[in-house]
């Protein structure tokens, strides 16, 4: 069927855009589920911070997904699953399942996410990038993520996927403002 990737910084809209597709299917007889990352430890559901919300299936890894008939799978923080979570999501594919998933495509060194790269190998139908507003010089252009502890852009020795334990703090950066090692 089709896969749909909706890609960019954090505070870009992406969580908005994901919970837009699926709305409406809660009011029809399509079978959906809308799946998130459990090592997503911020949300209990799909949150926007435009105040509207999605209820998801916290979940270790997409294997679920692939159990019974659904029509429509939505994946919130796709980054936060593993590479081969991209086979399951092509076997759901080439069963003509329609898939929509939301997250950041690069991660704190700028570097792409390897289930991002494996499913954009995949001939996504449409991919949406979205922008953010960088918190260093205000440009609605960011497109990265800069990660922060005590005030000092991180650039090394830290996992791609960061807990969100309050350790650190996150701002959408434009290409001129990212800081790279």
């Given at each position: 069927m089709?896969?749909i990737l909706?890609?960019?910084?954090?505070?870009?809209?992406?969580s908005?855009?994901?919970?837009?597709?699926?709305?409406?299917?809660?009011?029809?007889d399509?079978?959906?589920?809308?799946?998130?990352?459990?090592?997503?430890?911020?949300?209990?559901?799909?949150?926007?911070?435009?105040?509207?919300?999605?209820q998801?299936?916290k979940?270790?890894d997409?294997?679920?997904?692939?159990?019974?008939?659904?029509?429509?799978?939505g994946?919130?923080?796709i980054?936060?699953?593993a590479?081969?979570?991209?086979?399951?999501?092509e076997?759901?594919?080439?069963?003509?399942?329609k898939?929509?998933?939301?997250?950041?495509?690069t991660?704190?060194?700028?570097e792409?996410?390897?289930?991002?790269?494996?499913?954009?190998?995949?001939?996504?139908?449409?991919?949406?990038?979205?922008?953010?507003?960088?918190?260093?010089?205000?440009?609605?252009?960011?497109?990265?993520?800069?990660?922060y502890?005590?005030?000092?852009?991180?650039?090394?020795?830290?996992?791609?996927?960061?807990?969100?334990?309050?350790?650190y703090?996150?701002?959408p950066?434009?290409?001129?403002?990212?800081?790279?090692?």
């Amino acid at each position: 069927m089709e896969l749909i990737l909706i890609l960019g910084p954090m505070k870009s809209g992406k969580s908005f855009e994901l919970i837009s597709y699926f709305t409406p299917l809660q009011y029809t007889d399509i079978p959906f589920k809308v799946f998130q990352s459990a090592k997503n430890v911020r949300d209990e559901s799909v949150w926007s911070r435009n105040g509207v919300s999605l209820q998801a299936k916290k979940t270790a890894d997409l294997s679920e997904a692939a159990e019974g008939d659904l029509k429509v799978v939505g994946i919130d923080e796709i980054h936060m699953f593993a590479e081969s979570d991209a086979d399951i999501i092509e076997g759901l594919l080439k069963r003509g399942t329609k898939i929509i998933a939301s997250g950041l495509d690069t991660d704190y060194k700028g570097e792409m996410f390897p289930i991002i790269k494996k499913l954009l190998s995949m001939g996504p139908k449409e991919v949406e990038y979205k922008r953010a507003v960088c918190e260093k010089c205000k440009t609605p252009d960011a497109v990265y993520i800069q990660v922060y502890k005590d005030g000092e852009p991180v650039l090394e020795g830290l996992p791609s996927v960061i807990p969100e334990d309050g350790s650190y703090v996150y701002k959408p950066v434009c290409r001129k403002c990212f800081l790279k090692k």
